[in-house]
């Protein structure tokens, strides 16, 4: 029985060689020349600074991005007194992807959370920081997926 662990464990370990990450820079078939944020809010700086990590000097083609993002939060419902419950949070980001010698291509990437209300809003607030950190990520990621299509 012990051998038989061993040599599953021992078949699983080699089969993990071939490991490469999903998101590494050198998979990108261009390189990402310029990233330009219009908007400078908190989502659009992130994906910004996240983008700015795909930048090589290789001889691939060149693409500049222009980002621009709207952040809404609306109340979806309010208890007997007036006060918020539930909250939404909808983040829209605009894409423009231009390419050398190529017309400019436009991508739109939305994203919704729906998130309670918090007694404490200190709480509240990091909570939000930390949604929008994550729906940003989530977003470059899409971003990132669109490119490699090209």
Do not use: W
Request: hydrophobic content about 35%; aromatic content about 12%; charged content about 30%.
């Amino acid at each position: 029985m012990k051998h038989f662990f061993f040599l599953a464990f021992l078949l699983l370990l080699t089969n993990c060689f071939g490991y490469k990450p999903i998101f590494s820079s050198s998979n990108i078939n261009y390189n990402i020349k310029n990233v330009r944020n219009i908007t400078q809010d908190k989502v659009s700086n992130y994906i910004a600074r996240k983008l700015k990590s795909y930048k090589s000097d290789d001889n691939k083609e060149d693409i500049s991005i222009e980002i621009s993002s709207s952040n809404k939060e609306r109340v979806l419902s309010k208890d007997t007194k007036g006060d918020p419950i539930i909250f939404e949070m909808n983040i829209i980001v605009d894409v423009k992807l231009t390419l050398e010698g190529q017309d400019d291509k436009y991508f739109q990437f939305k994203e919704n959370f729906s998130y309670n209300n918090r007694s404490n809003k200190f709480d509240l607030k990091l909570y939000k920081d930390n949604l929008q950190k994550n729906i940003s990520e989530k977003i470059t990621k899409n971003i990132i997926l669109k490119i490699r299509s090209l």
